[in-house]
């Protein structure tokens, strides 16, 4: 059974083309996916298909993966970091 201690962050590295990383609190980065799915609505993964709030759609992608495709030659990479051991 995995350790419980890895699904804790204290904040996500966040990469995208073209700008220095950035590091996002979780409530911070939750928006960030809030705000790019609500203007993709018409053309989700199919994962996100069955959530019906962009809300939800955010928390599973937070949750559950690191990449998300965004457009041709774009994308928004998070990576979860610990401050402490």
Known sequence: ????LMYNQDAFVVLEPNQTEQFLMPEELLEKLK???????????RDLQKYTSVEQQAQ??????????????????????????
């Open 1 to 4: 059974m995995p350790d419980p």
């Open 35 to 45: 705000q790019i799915l609500a203007q993709r609505q018409d053309d989700l993964p």
């Open 60 to 85: 599973y992608l937070l949750e559950t993966s690191c990449e998300l495709d965004v457009g041709p030659g774009q994308y928004l990479q998070w990576y979860a970091v610990r401050f402490e051991k």
